[in-house]
């Protein structure tokens, strides 16, 4: 027997072992009742025994897609990677973004020459993303309502909102004779008062690079050239804001939404501001509820006079007596 047989027959008895070494279920894939081979069931997100019937676990998460596709093209076509893309950034996200550390991958600082590398690529990448006006526009424009929504609180819903809101007035060319920060807060303005978290006119010319003037007028023109369907302001959506700031009680805040219905139905609520009308009814539902508050403490939660809190703290008792009569 040659040397050559001897090796072939070794090496077939090496690759059948190993093929019956992966033919037996480790101890992960055996069930701990019989020992047989586990198996995922899918559709009802289970690991089952495929002898016994075993459950071994259950409530799975399916890591695949969302999505369905029955042929080839369809999968190509709604295959995706990376992050999903946003309405916040001027590029949607889709470009690559080179970060500020000059370290390597281990954490490693890089050298001098490395380093002048890495900044002429800064540089360059940095030029091909904000190719054209319009980008940089974008840009800038975006970026002043993601500071203004950080510095107000906005949830990321009003910010993707707004940035539809500035980048239709932009396709639509409203900007020429207005300025990028006047139309970005107007932007911020409606969507806010659509998603029902409003922000009154003082509070988001306090963040705003823009006077209150400006920033009225922009928004009428742009709720008007674009469509856009912004009911008025409720001064029950600003209760919770108000009463959160000032530590109110839940039940304050109840009472509060009581005197302000009750303005409703006596019709005392129009031509008013909502604002004023929400900071009246939180100082006169503490007042109620035995709570220490005092009207200057309501006017520098709702940035609006105390004279007005005044006013109409007892336009909303005198709205509640009378319903009550």
Not at 54 to 75: T, Y
Not at 79 to 85: E, I, L, Q, Y
Not at 289 to 308: F, G, L, P, R, Y
Request: glycine letters at 6%.
């Amino acid at each position: 027997m040659t040397d050559t047989t001897i090796r072939t027959r070794s090496g077939e008895r090496s690759e059948r072992e190993s093929t019956e070494s992966r033919e037996q279920p480790t101890e992960r894939e055996q069930c701990p009742e019989c020992g047989g081979r586990l198996v995922s069931d899918t559709e009802h997100a289970e690991t089952v025994c495929d002898d016994c019937g075993l459950v071994v676990d259950e409530g799975e998460i399916d890591r695949g897609p969302e999505w369905r596709a029955f042929d080839a093209s369809e999968k190509d076509e709604k295959s995706r990677v990376g992050a999903p893309t946003t309405n916040m950034m001027h590029d949607q996200g889709l470009s690559t973004n080179i970060g500020w550390q000059n370290k390597d991958a281990y954490g490693k600082s890089l050298s001098s020459r490395q380093r002048q590398k890495m900044q002429r690529l800064r540089t360059w990448n940095e030029r091909f993303r904000t190719r054209d006006s319009k980008e940089r526009n974008l840009k800038q424009a975006l970026g002043e309502i993601d500071r203004m929504a950080s510095a107000l609180g906005l949830p990321k819903n009003v910010r993707e909102t707004a940035s539809v809101i500035y980048r239709r007035a932009l396709e639509e060319d409203l900007l020429p004779g207005r300025s990028i920060e006047g139309v970005a807060t107007s932007a911020l303005y409606a969507a806010a008062r659509q998603a029902g978290t409003p922000r009154s006119l003082d509070e988001i010319a306090a963040v705003s690079r823009v006077e209150k003037d400006e920033i009225a007028r922009t928004y009428r023109y742009v709720i008007r050239e674009l469509g856009l369907e912004v009911q008025p302001a409720d001064p029950e959506s600003y209760v919770p804001r108000f009463a959160s700031d000032l530590d109110l009680s839940d039940e304050t805040e109840r009472r509060a939404r009581s005197l302000l219905s009750s303005a409703k139905e006596q019709g005392i609520h129009s031509g008013k501001s909502p604002v004023g009308l929400a900071a009246a009814a939180v100082y006169a539902a503490a007042l109620l509820t035995n709570e220490k508050v005092t009207q200057n403490d309501v006017s520098d939660v709702a940035s609006i006079s105390e004279v007005t809190i005044r006013n109409r703290y007892h336009e909303l008792l005198e709205a509640e007596d009378g319903g009550l009569a």
